[in-house]
């Protein structure tokens, strides 16, 4: 399918002069920069931070292999989420598709927006049906969302299947792969030289262990990591944020440990809950979180909570009827999480 990416972006802003902020025009560097009425006193956080962000990009590049005009860098991959609608969907016009039970955020994100969220399903076993998808899409749906692994089901969804709707889509396939490291493989990031309407969101706050700095990316045609660059606040990321992700993407061993040390945990937790006669149904996960339903969710929620132990409540999503998700914890908190469900009296 022939694709146009300003056929997707929004009058107002193919056509905004966007602002120009001091650093953008005047890098950090040897210079005596009197440009953004800045303090001259406390360095190195007296200054604004680079705009794009060029160091941690060009990190960013050389680890996933990306070429860095590829990659938006952004306040969480929320903030790209939100970006996204701001340059495609005009309030009241445009419509975006997500397949639940899924993340919440798009909906929220689509409801901020002004909107319409079209809801289509996965199957029964939480694989992906791209026709199903397009059917709820019409000329003006904008944004198809897919989170894989998904979010709260924890599996992966079909490479084969999400090609598919890429190629036969003519507005922008989102593919939210904040869980991919934990999964052996499915990436779609190979296939961003193929398909222009593709972008696929990774973030440091999962497998890189970083939710508390905030930092999440969004990859794609360089065309639309330009557009994501003006309509951004100037200075999304600060400092700090900067910093300790350049440092985070060096920490190789560390990342690959804690993959190992949580995949082994899942299965431990695995093994147990599928032996227990509270639980009636263990999702297999290729995420760091398991789904699972319970003879009563409701009151096993309550249970663990007075033990101090919290869990998601995912029982009202399509398909999730009776289900909890469970994050895996460290060692100790899980031994403590199966010490607790052993103690449950129903
Ligand atoms: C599927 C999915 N995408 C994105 C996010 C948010 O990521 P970030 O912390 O980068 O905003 C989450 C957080 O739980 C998530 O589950």
């Not at 663990?304 to 994050?327: A, F, H, K, Y």
Request: proline content about 6%.
């Amino acid at each position: 399918m022939s694709f146009d990416l300003n056929t997707l972006i929004r009058k107002n802003i193919r056509e905004l002069k966007p602002y120009s902020s001091a650093r953008l025009e005047h890098p950090a560097g040897r210079a005596v920069f009197l440009d953004a009425n800045e303090n001259p006193y406390n360095p190195p956080l007296n200054r604004y931070p680079d705009p794009l962000h060029r160091e941690l990009r060009k990190k960013i590049a050389e680890e996933l292999g990306v070429a860095p005009e590829k990659i938006f860098t952004g306040n969480g991959s929320d903030e790209a989420i939100d970006l996204l609608f701001r340059a495609t969907c005009d309030p009241g016009i445009h419509n975006v598709t997500a397949v639940d039970p899924t993340y919440g955020m798009y909906r929220v994100a689509a409801a901020i927006h002004g909107t319409e969220y079209r809801q289509a399903r996965l199957n029964e076993d939480f694989s992906l049906h791209p026709g199903r998808v397009l059917e709820k899409t019409d000329r003006n749906t904008r944004l198809i969302f897919l989170c894989s692994p998904n979010n709260p089901t924890g599996n992966l969804l079909d490479r084969e299947a999400m090609q598919e709707l890429v190629g036969r889509f003519a507005g922008l396939v989102v593919v939210d792969e904040a869980y991919i490291d934990f999964a052996p493989e499915g990436s779609m990031m190979p296939y961003l030289d193929r398909f222009p309407n593709l972008v696929v969101l990774q973030t440091f706050s999962k497998a890189r262990a970083a939710a508390g700095i905030r930092l999440g990316m969004a990859l794609a045609s360089s065309q639309l990591i330009s557009v994501l660059d003006i309509i951004k606040a100037p200075y999304n990321l600060n400092t700090l944020t900067l910093e300790a992700g350049i440092k985070i993407l060096s920490m190789h061993r560390e990342k690959e440990e804690w993959i190992r040390l949580i995949r082994r945990e899942k299965e431990r937790l695995r093994t147990f809950l599928l032996k227990h006669p509270e639980v009636e149904t263990v999702f297999p996960s290729d995420a760091n979180f398991i789904l699972v339903r319970f003879r009563n969710a409701g009151k096993m929620k309550i249970w663990l909570e007075r033990q101090g132990i919290m869990v998601r409540d995912r029982s009202r999503e399509p398909g999730c009827s009776g289900c909890l998700r469970i994050t895996v914890g460290s060692r100790e908190e899980n031994d403590n999480l199966i010490k607790q469900i052993e103690r449950y009296e129903t």
